[in-house]
């Protein structure tokens, strides 16, 4: 009964910077890999980027160098630093959480980057 709820999307220009937040709730962190997903109308979802319970990180080339993905002390919440960001880095933003390997979704939060 992993609970997942994203925060921290909106609106910002071309080259600004955002900051996603993902917080878990029912679990005593057990929780293994964390990850952002985002999908674009008309697009398919993709993984943008994972970070272990070991803290090792993975990065879609098309956002490496500019996102950064992190995890707090006790394992529980997931962010996303988003510099420079572009156009085509509007979609829909998931968290994604392992457990027993199974997975849980959050609703997603919506990120515009206007040019």
């Known amino acids: 009964q992993v609970q997942l709820v994203e925060s921290g999307g909106g609106l910002v220009q071309a080259g600004g910077s955002l900051r996603l937040s993902c917080a878990a709730s029912g679990t005593r962190f057990s929780i293994n890999t964390m990850a952002w997903y985002r999908q674009a109308p008309g697009k398919p979802r993709e993984l943008v980027a994972t970070?272990?319970?070991?803290?090792?990180?993975v990065y879609a080339d098309s956002v490496k160098g500019r996102f950064t993905i992190s995890r707090d002390n006790a394992g529980n919440t997931v962010y996303l630093q988003m510099n420079s960001l572009k156009p085509e880095d509007t979609a829909v933003y998931s968290c994604?959480?392992?457990?027993?390997?199974?997975?849980?979704w959050g609703k997603g939060t919506l990120v515009t980057v206007s040019s």
């Open positions: 994604n959480a392992i457990q027993y390997g199974i997975n849980y």
């Open positions: 970070i272990t319970s070991g803290r090792s990180t």
